[in-house]
């Protein structure tokens, strides 16, 4: 009985991933995900629903829960570095931006959750906000 307790210990041990490992698994697939992709979806404003496309070139994990994501948004022909925080509720990534000025486009807040090629979260600026939501195109 007690060679079956040790065993079973054991084994349960092995089995366990490692936290560390795990979270780097993770963020390389997020980075991965975001690299040389198109965010294809929609947008709300109140009632109106409009086709939206963000293209990011590049995507970094730059230390903790900071990233720089390298993106064309909308119809600006710029493509801008964004600073975000990335936090993980589990396998799934939420991405947040608070309070971010973009080069002639405003101040921007978003909580954007990613997770299998799909993507949905909110968004706002001093004027207005909605929803958002789509797939990962590459």
């Given at each position: 009985?007690?060679?079956?307790?040790?065993?079973?210990?054991?084994?349960?041990?092995?089995s366990r991933k490692?936290?560390?490992?795990?979270?780097?698994?993770?963020?390389?697939?997020?980075?991965?995900?975001?690299?040389?992709?198109?965010?294809?979806?929609?947008?709300?404003?109140?009632?109106?629903?409009?086709?939206?496309?963000?293209q990011i070139s590049?995507?970094?994990?730059?230390?903790?829960?900071?990233?720089?994501?390298?993106?064309?948004?909308?119809?600006?022909?710029?493509?801008?570095?964004?600073?975000?925080?990335?936090?993980?509720?589990?396998?799934?990534?939420?991405?947040?931006?608070?309070?971010?000025?973009?080069?002639?486009?405003?101040?921007?807040?978003?909580?954007?959750?990613?997770?299998?090629n799909q993507y949905?979260?909110?968004?706002?600026?001093?004027?207005?906000?909605?929803?958002?939501?789509?797939?990962?195109?590459?």
């Amino acid at each position: 009985m007690r060679c079956l307790m040790v065993l079973l210990v054991l084994l349960a041990s092995c089995s366990r991933k490692d936290p560390a490992s795990e979270q780097a698994r993770l963020e390389a697939e997020f980075e991965k995900m975001l690299t040389n992709a198109t965010l294809a979806g929609k947008f709300s404003m109140g009632e109106r629903v409009s086709e939206d496309r963000y293209q990011i070139s590049k995507a970094t994990h730059l230390a903790g829960d900071n990233w720089l994501i390298h993106a064309r948004i909308g119809k600006h022909d710029l493509s801008v570095p964004v600073p975000v925080k990335v936090r993980w509720a589990g396998d799934t990534a939420v991405l947040m931006l608070t309070d971010v000025g973009l080069p002639g486009m405003g101040t921007y807040t978003a909580r954007v959750l990613f997770y299998r090629n799909q993507y949905a979260g909110t968004w706002g600026s001093q004027k207005h906000g909605g929803e958002m939501w789509g797939r990962i195109e590459h």
